[in-house]
């Protein structure tokens, strides 16, 4: 029996009179990848950042209509209760330049001043930079700033303080834009591993990307969701015109 | 063509000769201000002269405890009310760069900035001593707590500004609410300018003669009541430069060598930990 986590129920964004996500309704299972995808501007990244209630803190931005997270509207809920609950990784590799990799992973708990002894810290962070394939890298040198490490290792030092929260919904915004190729096959090795404690969805520019590591793929166009379905059939049969016009790069 | 090239490349040369050059010219000042007042002054100094009261005319020896202890006062004090004002300013001012109220605050900064240090001693003249009745401590910290701020809160909001987005909605998306992300995040990564921009607010200060002149105005004696007159190096070196006894010229040397060194090794630290605690973006 799958499960739904996420559903969004005829939400729309707004940038000031800027209509950017119109009505979507979407419905997203437990333990599933999603890939969102579509042109530049489509609305796409708006959408994610509408589920952890980020976008609302864009001047002038506003929204309408409910996200559920786990049947509950989290627009009735705390936004920072929200953002606890649900992990973000950003387009470019955004580590605290102040803390060691150690303190980054933990970050969630120190900047919100959540005591935990220091037997607890080692287990998270010992765990959470497992989850991210990182641990083998880093484990010698946890007490150095993270912003020594490289791009790749910086964007999976992000994953691991994601993991560290125990959501069970991680948001991807573009995560692998600002990579290398192979910093980039590291960090889509990792989205399989995930797959079995968490759910991931992840906003791409990168169709290969779509097809390669996702479930499921929405398709988003002019700020509407024109179709959600396979990846498999999105990718070799699918239903809506513009989606086909996408795919076969009849536009960008 | 190669005649062409040649001149070129004399002008080239030239012009690199007169950049080093000027280059070169701007250290001299400071160096020479520097050898003439260690010539001058650093001979005055030793034990005595930093744990006395300056001597009555005609007595030998005599020092400048009262003006150290009462300048180390009243910068102490007027840090304590400058810093968190300004750097709470400063944030403001660099969180919210495009509403009104940081449009019009912003322009004030930049006008005090201009202000005359006289004209903030003679407000706060108006403000503080006349009510109380006499010349404190207390007043002359508020003037160079005033002209402290502009430096502060620029600094701050420059050194913020210059943080990238990313790393504010880093703190954001891990529930973290939104003054914590300033005060363990934002500011914990702009320290390194903040702190410079402190040192050198107080550089500036410490030297500040004219806003002191209605406020604390000066004592012969040492005095650590904030509600009396007190000396500070600024107003001892006016005091004493401009009388008529070769004593007490000596004393002002000496006090104008402390100053300087005061604000040369200021400077140093300041760069030294700037450097240390620079945040790796």
């Known amino acids: 029996m799958e499960s739904t986590i996420v559903k969004a129920e005829n939400y729309n964004s707004y940038f000031g009179d800027n209509h950017v996500v119109k009505d979507v309704n979407i419905s997203i299972n437990k333990n599933e990848v999603i890939a969102v995808m579509g042109p530049s501007g489509c609305g796409k990244t708006t959408f994610l950042r509408g589920i ?12 309408k209509g409910k996200i559920l997270l786990d049947g509950e509207n989290v627009y009735d809920m705390n936004a920072i209760y929200v953002r606890s609950k649900i992990g973000m990784v950003f387009q470019r590799p955004n580590p605290f330049p102040n803390l060691s990799i150690y303190e980054n992973v933990v970050a969630g708990y120190l900047l919100n001043g959540l005591k935990i002894s220091k037997a607890d810290k080692d287990v998270i962070v010992e765990k959470s930079l497992t989850s991210a394939a990182l641990w083998k890298e880093v484990k010698d040198s946890l007490h150095k700033k993270g912003t020594f490490l490289s791009g790749g290792q910086q964007q999976r030092l992000c994953i691991a303080r994601a993991i560290a929260m125990q959501p069970e919904l991680i948001l991807f915004d573009e995560p692998t834009s600002a990579l290398d190729p192979i910093s980039t096959s590291s960090v889509e090795a990792l989205f399989h591993e995930l797959k079995t404690n968490y759910t991931l969805i992840i906003v791409t520019h990168n169709m290969q990307q779509a097809a390669r590591v996702s479930d499921r793929t929405a398709f988003f166009y002019m700020g509407e969701l024109v179709e959600f379905d396979d990846t498999k059939k999105m990718f070799t049969n699918p239903a809506d015109q513009r989606t086909q016009n996408y795919i076969t790069g009849r536009f960008s | 063509m190669e005649a062409r090239i040649g001149i070129r490349n004399t002008k080239s040369v030239i012009f690199k000769g007169i950049i080093v050059f000027f280059a070169f010219l701007i250290t001299l000042p400071l160096i020479i201000i520097l050898l003439y007042i260690i010539k001058q002054g650093a001979g005055q100094v030793n034990w005595h002269f930093l744990t006395n009261v300056p001597a009555p005319v005609g007595e030998a020896g005599g020092g400048i405890s009262n003006a150290l202890l009462g300048s180390f006062i009243m910068v102490l004090i007027a840090s304590v009310i400058a810093i968190p004002v300004g750097m709470m300013a400063g944030i403001y001012l660099s969180e919210n760069p495009k509403t009104k109220l940081a449009y019009y605050s912003g322009l004030c900064v930049d006008i005090l900035q201009g202000v005359p240090s006289i004209v903030v001693g003679i ?15 207390l007043s002359g910290s508020v003037a160079l707590s005033i002209m402290m701020l502009p430096i502060v809160i620029r600094s701050t909001e420059q050194t913020l500004r210059l943080l990238p987005a990313s790393l504010k909605e880093a703190a954001l998306s891990l529930g973290v609410p939104y003054h914590r992300v300033i005060l363990k995040v934002i500011v ?6 903040i702190l410079s921009g402190i040192m050198l607010s107080i550089a500036r200060i410490i030297g500040e003669t004219a806003p002191l002149l209605f406020t604390a105005f000066g004592n012969p004696y040492l005095s650590t009541s904030v509600t009396k007159p007190m000396e500070s190096l600024p107003h001892l070196i006016f005091t004493y430069a401009t009388s008529p006894y070769d004593d007490w010229h000596n004393l002002a040397w000496g006090a104008s060598f402390i100053l300087l060194m005061f604000v040369l090794v200021l400077n140093i630290i300041t760069k030294l930990l700037t450097r240390k605690w620079k945040v790796q973006l």
């Open chain 1, 52 to 63: 952890n209630r980020m976008h609302e803190l864009i001047p002038n931005a506003t929204s």
């Open chain 2, 123 to 137: 407000v706060v003249y108006f403000w503080i001593v006349k009510p109380l009745g006499t010349f404190s401590a």
């Open chain 2, 188 to 193: 914990p990564c702009g320290f390194a300018g």
